[in-house]
């Protein structure tokens, strides 16, 4: 497959420390690469310093990027699109000119209209333009078995894989460092702060009585829950915000945490039907450090099988401060859970073993008859 040249079409930002997007992206980019794939990202390029850009200018890059796609002087044989709503135009080309689309897909409807609330007032239209999407996608891959079952109910295709997110088990390690000036016992949470992380849970639970208080809540990250996260921190001083940091340097900061938090919310309703992979769950547990994370499919049937971590019900702030108490009070089991959670992602959840398996499904759809 060395000769297979791949379109990656990435409409939101994967600027490193924006959110899992640039995990998820470059690192399977990366595994395709050295697996013989030749493959070219197109991306927004916002500054590393830059604020996040308004709506109109996000329009106008979206545009950008797929005529970039559209005028490309390199013959593609596939088009990877990583689901968006403004993806249409060039998976329309795509089927024109016949390069294979492939379409992965993280969430349902619902996620783009908790992201974008003002697409909620148009969701028939929206809807429309994404199964359209789907309509002319050759095949799918899903983060979770419930999702999958969720894109053939959509599409009514029958080429719809699942491949979890991953680690890089090389960063994200217990051996990670940082030069950080950090608590001396606390846990962790970092991505983009979305109205589904739950945030605000987190942030009730730190001051909850049950929360021990030698224990700090360190988060990393940005976005429109930013604003809470920085009141709290200047209220409590037990809340250390440390913004956006460099994709290994936030390894340093999971590997010396007792915990890593994952408390993500039901907002949109839609969370028990299409399950939750979430990247911080096996970048956490890649770092020998168990997670807590709340019960929905996906990332709580992980936390058992393993054994790795704590599972409580969402939106509990009681629930959290017991599980962080339970890892404060409890060192050696925390320790055999970190243990287990590290093993199983060596094991079974690399990014080298996802690149693999996508590469895989791109080899059936060029090559079917193999």
Not at 149 to 170: C, D, F, H, M, Q
Not at 277 to 284: D, F, G, N, R
Not at 299 to 316: F, M, T, W, Y
Request: charged share 20%.
């Amino acid at each position: 497959m060395s000769n297979c040249r791949i379109a990656y079409l990435c409409l939101s930002s994967t600027n490193e420390g924006r959110g899992a997007e640039y995990a998820h992206v470059h690192e399977i980019i990366n595994g395709l690469s050295e697996l013989g794939f030749a493959v070219v990202l197109f991306e927004p390029k916002y500054s590393i310093g830059q604020q996040l850009p308004t709506k109109l200018e996000r329009v106008k890059t979206f545009v950008e990027i797929q005529y970039n796609f559209f005028y490309s002087q390199q013959k593609f044989e596939v088009l990877y699109v990583r689901s968006h709503f403004a993806a249409l135009p060039s998976i329309l080309w795509a089927k024109i000119f016949g390069i294979t689309v492939v379409q992965e897909i993280n969430g349902s409807y619902e996620d783009l209209f908790i992201s974008w609330p003002l697409t909620r007032k148009f969701s028939i239209l929206f809807k429309c333009l994404m199964r359209i999407q789907m309509r002319f996608t050759d095949a799918f891959i899903a983060v979770t078995p419930q999702l999958q079952e969720w894109i053939l109910r959509e599409s009514s295709k029958k080429l719809a894989y699942v491949i979890p997110n991953g680690a890089n088990t090389e960063i994200f390690s217990p051996q990670a460092k940082t030069t950080l000036n950090l608590p001396e016992c606390y846990v962790v949470w970092f991505g983009s702060m979305a109205p589904w992380q739950g945030i605000e849970t987190m942030l009730a639970a730190v001051e909850h009585s049950e929360w021990p208080r030698q224990v700090s809540l360190v988060l990393i990250g940005e976005g429109i829950e930013a604003n809470k996260v920085k009141d709290a921190a200047i209220k409590n001083p037990k809340v250390v915000y440390l913004g956006r940091l460099p994709y290994a340097e936030v390894a340093g900061v999971v590997a010396k945490s007792i915990g890593g938090l994952i408390p993500k919310n039901n907002l949109g309703n839609c969370r028990f039907e299409t399950g939750l992979s979430p990247l911080k769950l096996y970048e956490t547990l890649s770092c020998g450090v168990p997670a807590i994370v709340t019960d929905f499919p996906g990332q709580a049937d992980l936390i058992r099988s393993s054994k790795c971590g704590i599972v409580i019900a969402p939106e509990n702030p009681k629930l959290l401060a017991e599980a962080v108490a339970f890892l404060h009070d409890n060192p050696g089991e925390s320790q055999e859970m970190g243990e287990s959670g590290r093993q199983v992602v060596n094991h079974e959840h690399s990014w080298k073993q996802r690149a693999k398996d996508t590469a895989e499904v791109i080899k059936i759809l060029i090559n079917p008859h193999q």
